[in-house]
C-alpha cells in the first residue's frame, strides 16, 4: 500500500502540472479535459470493495489540483472534498449495491 | 484492540476537514501553495513552451488551409495599416508641437514589470504568473501583453508568484470605451473565453468591428489600453441597453511574456 500511495503520489503531482501548463493549449470546443478527475474515477472504479486505495487517490489527486488551480472562490479543498465525496460513493454505496461488469463485485 | 473501521473514517474526515479549515483561514495555505509553485516552476515553464510549441505544430498542420487564407487576408490589412501608421506619426509630432508651445510635459510612461505566465487554472480564466509579493506585485495591478493588449490583473499574490484574472473571467467587469466613437459601457466576462460590451445606450451606433479600449472611468486600467473588436451587436426592445459581444484581442497561446504595470 506505501508503495502504491507512493506511486500515486507522484502521479497525481505530474498530471497536475501536466492539467495546468501543457494540455491548456489543446481545449476541445472550449472544455478542458479534467486528467486528475478522470484517473481518480478509474481507480475508484477499478479497486475492489473495502479497499482504501481508491479514497486515499481521490484524497491526493483533489490536493493536488486544489494546489494547483485558484479553487472554487477560493476555497483551498474544493476539488479535494468532491473527490472524496465521489470516491466514498462509489466505494460505500455503488460498488456494494450495484454489479458492474469487468469490476470486482461485492460477492468476488 | 484496533479501533472499528467507522471509528477510523470519523476521524480521518474530521482531520482533513480541521486541515483544510486551518489550510483556509490563515496564512498558511498561501505558503504551502507558493511552496509547491516554486519547486514546481522550471517543469511547469518547461510544460508550458512544450504545450504551446506541440498546439502551434498542430495548428499548422490542421489549418495549413486557414492558415493561408488568414495570411492573405493580414497581409491586405498590413498594407491599409502603413498608411495609417504614416498618418499617426504625422499626429504625433503635431502633438509633440503642440505640447511644447503650450509648454506641457510628455505624458507619463507606464511603469512595466517584466513576467511570465507558467500555468493555467482549469476552474477559471485565471493564469499564474511567476513574479510575487517579492517582486512588488500587488492585487489589482493591470496586466498586459507586449502588443499592449488588455490581459487582466492581479487578484492574489503570494511570495513569489501572483494569479491573474483574464478579462473574460465571469468575476471580471470595467468600464470601456469604443474608439473613435463616444460611447461608453462595461466590459463583462462570459467565461470560456466570451467577453461582452454591455450598459451601452441604445441610441449609440455600435456596429461590428469597433474596437474597445479601456475608459478611465473605474480607475482599474489605464486608459486606451486596447480590448478587444467588436463581433456582433445585440440590440432587443425588452433590454434597456444594447450588448455586444466582443473578440478578445489577446491571445493566451501566444502571451508568454506578459508585462504588469506597477504604476499609470
Excluded: C
Aim: glycine share 8%; hydrophobic share 50%; aromatic share 12%.
Amino acid at each position: 500500500m506505501f508503495r502504491k500511495v507512493i506511486l500515486i503520489l507522484f502521479l497525481f503531482y505530474i498530471l497536475a502540472l501536466i492539467q495546468g501548463s501543457f494540455l491548456v493549449h489543446f481545449t476541445i470546443f472550449g472544455v478542458l479535459p479534467n486528467l486528475v478527475l478522470i484517473f481518480v474515477l478509474l481507480i475508484n472504479i477499478f479497486t475492489p470493495l473495502n479497499d482504501w486505495f481508491g479514497v486515499v487517490s481521490a484524497l491526493i489527486g483533489g490536493f493536488f489540483l486544489d494546489i494547483f488551480s485558484a479553487g472554487f472562490f477560493g476555497f483551498f479543498g474544493f476539488y479535494t472534498l468532491v473527490f472524496l465525496t465521489l470516491s466514498l460513493f462509489f466505494n460505500f454505496i455503488l460498488k456494494k449495491y450495484v454489479e458492474i461488469p469487468f469490476i470486482k463485485s461485492p460477492r468476488s | 484492540m484496533k479501533p472499528p473501521i467507522r471509528l477510523n473514517l470519523v476521524l480521518g474526515l474530521l482531520f482533513i476537514v480541521v486541515l483544510f479549515l486551518v489550510l483556509n483561514f490563515t496564512v498558511l495555505g498561501d505558503k504551502v501553495k507558493n511552496f509547491f509553485y516554486l519547486i514546481s516552476s522550471p517543469l511547469q515553464q518547461g510544460f508550458w513552451k512544450a504545450g504551446d510549441a506541440t498546439s502551434d505544430f498542430l495548428t499548422g498542420v490542421f489549418q495549413a488551409e486557414n492558415l493561408k487564407k488568414e495570411a492573405d487576408e493580414l497581409y491586405l490589412k498590413s498594407r491599409s495599416l502603413i498608411a495609417r501608421i504614416a498618418e499617426l506619426k504625422e499626429l504625433e509630432n503635431e502633438n509633440l508641437a503642440l505640447r511644447e508651445a503650450l509648454q506641457l510635459g510628455l505624458q507619463k510612461e507606464m511603469e512595466l514589470n517584466l513576467s511570465r505566465i507558467i500555468s493555467k487554472d482549469i476552474s477559471g480564466e485565471i493564469v499564474l504568473i511567476n513574479k510575487g509579493g517579492k517582486d512588488g506585485m500587488a492585487e489589482g495591478y493591470p496586466v498586459i501583453t507586449p502588443q499592449k493588449l488588455l490581459l487582466g490583473k492581479i487578484t492574489k499574490v503570494y511570495d513569489d508568484f501572483s494569479e491573474v484574472m483574464l478579462i473574460t473571467n465571469r468575476d471580471s467587469s470595467f468600464d470601456a470605451r469604443v474608439l473613435g466613437k463616444d460611447i461608453y459601457g462595461a466590459v463583462k466576462g462570459g467565461g470560456n473565453s466570451a467577453l461582452y460590451l454591455d450598459l451601452v445606450p441604445k441610441d449609440k451606433e455600435l456596429s461590428s468591428g469597433d474596437i474597445v479600449v479601456t475608459a478611465a472611468l473605474g480607475g482599474d486600467f489605464p486608459a486606451g489600453i486596447v480590448v478587444g473588436s467588436v463581433r456582433e451587436v445585440r440590440k432587443t426592445d425588452i433590454e434597456p441597453f444594447q450588448a455586444a459581444e466582443i473578440i478578445p484581442s489577446f491571445d493566451l497561446k501566444a502571451a508568454d511574456i506578459i508585462f504588469v504595470i506597477v504604476d499609470f
